[in-house]
């Protein structure tokens, strides 16, 4: 049974920098690639960004090119998300995701969720 637990969300003023981290349990984490997703209150889901199995590629949203990092430890099946040079448009609740797909993008390939966690970035 896989449980993630996504933890490190808060309170920051504007081009701050917050790190979350994404706790994989169960069987075979280095056989998932692993996202971030947020979601902002009365909008959808939307990527952020993910990282594959290996955690040799990573894919942005253009939103957060240059200012956000995907990283992941395989040895300690942690997923983690450093975001710095925050904007209050990066407010939103934040999820980790597991996916069997090689290049997910799309929150439909994702099959394991996180809890999520708030960010919340202050002007």
């Known amino acids: 049974q896989v449980q993630l637990v996504d933890s490190g969300g808060g309170l920051v003023q504007a081009g701050g920098s917050l790190r979350l981290s994404c706790a994989f349990s169960?069987?075979?984490?280095?056989?998932?690639?692993m996202g971030w997703f947020r979601q902002a209150p009365g909008k959808e889901r939307e990527f952020v960004t993910a990282?594959?199995?290996?955690?040799?590629?990573?894919y942005y949203a253009d939103s957060v090119k240059g200012r956000f990092t995907i990283s992941r430890d395989n040895a300690k099946n942690t997923v983690y998300l450093q975001m710095d040079s925050l904007k209050p448009e990066d407010t939103a609740v934040y999820y980790c995701a597991a996916s069997l797909a090689d290049s997910p993008i799309s929150p439909r390939e994702y099959i394991h969720w996180g809890q999520g966690t708030q960010v919340t970035v202050s002007s």
């Open positions: 990282i594959s199995r290996s955690g040799s590629i990573s």
């Open positions: 169960g069987r075979a984490f280095g056989a998932y690639s």
